[in-house]
């Protein structure tokens, strides 16, 4: 029976994945690249409109902000109204304020633009890993995370080059390369929220792609799992919000963000410096090649914890590859050396955030794990907005680009250090479950 039940439910969870991921990995496509594009427009958004380093480092960040205070009540009325019709405000909203961005040519309206586009943006990342709780099992849940955050790498892999080819459309129709790239990127961004409404389903009971037997089926899993959360648990949105635990884990994810966003920003200027070209074409064929390597990890390295039971122990030996691959990236004097190190960093914290996310959803459940996913991801996510300015901090202070490298790199492996110390600590209870009493 159990063997029967098994093969039951990877059929499922397999017919759920391939009719839910691909459509939510396009829109995490599209809300990366909104919200990292800035780092092709960078240079030519400076000399149209006169922003300083400063400036730039700045409204790179206060995305974050936006995004940061909306997080939490985006989240609970996704819980209330369902996803199909949160995501499609989500993402028409955000389009909108992204392709406004062409326009932005002072740097208050860069500044207000930003923060709107943070504020529209707010609930989407963590709405999604929420809508994934109510379709997945716990025993699957590290795969269709790992399967979502292919969105990531992908955003780089087909966005790098995409970016970089609307840049050389600068002239064309009177507009500027960086404005092509807002106005292109942008709109595709609300034609998909417009999609989501038609495409998506609340929960498991409203699928008429499912049988009865199958909705049946997974909705009794998902709420085995939603109870055994609850009983380890917060219980409701506050306990939630004021949690421990889940303070515990947003400082550790600030610290991923941080270290994540600081190169993220920055990687198609980097990568421009190593070939000694402007940012163009070329430059974004070459910043997909990290993406690459983090597609593979990432398909990779969630299969495997989720087999080994090794969640926690994997994470923390990636971040701490991350760390030094940010590093050596700055401190190297060899460009083929550069580009494998970053390759390295982007394999490895963009494979340790879909580990990192089973650890709050293994006690969350409800109300609470809107809430708390939500307080997570925007803590978290003030990562962001510290990490540009802190990077461009260390590189005046040293008077050195490598200083700001190590500075992120040096977040990453305190991010690992966190998750050794808080996940394993009796203060903040190990979400990793019982495996983690086997070391993991």
């Not at 993402?91 to 002072?106: C, K, T």
Request: charged content about 10%.
């Amino acid at each position: 029976m159990e063997q029967s039940d098994g093969g039951k439910h990877a059929f499922i969870t397999g017919k759920v994945m391939r009719r839910l991921l691909p459509f939510l990995l396009l829109m995490y496509v599209l809300a990366f690249l909104d919200r990292a594009n800035i780092g092709f427009a960078q240079k030519a958004l400076q000399q149209d409109t006169g922003l300083s380093d400063t400036a730039f480092a700045f409204g790179a960040g206060v995305f974050f902000v936006g995004y940061a205070l909306l997080e939490v009540p985006s989240n609970l009325i996704l819980h209330r109204v369902g996803a199909r019709l949160w995501m499609c405000r989500i993402m028409v909203s955000w389009g909108v304020i992204s392709a406004a961005m062409a326009f932005a040519h002072s740097a208050s309206a860069f500044y207000v633009l930003r923060f709107a586009l943070g504020a529209a943006e707010a609930g989407f990342f963590p709405g999604i890993i929420y809508y994934l709780t109510r379709w997945f099992p716990q025993s699957s849940r590290a795969r269709a995370l790992g399967v979502f955050y292919f969105g990531a790498p992908l955003a780089f892999i087909f966005g790098s080059p995409l970016s970089g080819l609307l840049l050389d459309l600068h002239g064309k129709l009177g507009f500027a390369g960086w404005q092509w790239l807002f106005l292109v990127e942008g709109g595709l961004a609300s034609l998909v929220g417009i999609c989501a409404f038609w495409y998506l389903d609340d929960e498991p009971s409203r699928a008429k792609w499912l049988s009865h037997d199958e909705r049946t089926f997974l909705t009794t899993r998902i709420e085995k799992d939603a109870v055994n959360a609850t009983a380890h648990g917060p219980k409701s949105v506050l306990s939630a919000l004021v949690d421990s635990r889940v303070l515990g884990l947003s400082l550790i994810y600030f610290l991923i963000q941080a270290s994540v966003y600081g190169v993220i920003f920055y990687l198609p200027q980097q990568v421009s410096a190593l070939l000694g070209t402007k940012v163009g074409l070329k430059v974004g064929i070459v910043t997909a090649i990290p993406w690459f390597c983090a597609l593979a990890a990432t398909w990779f390295f969630p299969r495997y914890a989720e087999r080994t039971g090794s969640h926690r122990g994997m994470a923390i030996v990636l971040l701490v590859a991350a760390g030094f691959g940010i590093a050596i990236s700055g401190i190297a004097s060899q460009p083929v050396v550069s580009l494998i190190a970053l390759c390295i960093a982007a394999s490895s914290f963009i494979a340790a955030q879909p580990l990192f996310w089973t650890f709050p959803t293994r006690r969350l459940a409800g109300a609470a794990a809107a809430a708390g996913i939500a307080l997570i991801n925007s803590l978290g996510s003030l990562g962001g907005f510290f990490a540009p300015m802190a990077r461009n901090a260390a590189e005046q202070a040293f008077a050195s680009h490598s200083a700001g490298l190590v500075l992120l790199g040096t977040a990453s492996l305190l991010a690992a250090l966190a998750i050794f110390i808080l996940v394993r600590s009796s203060s903040v209870v190990d979400y990793a479950g019982a495996t983690a009493t086997k070391g993991s």
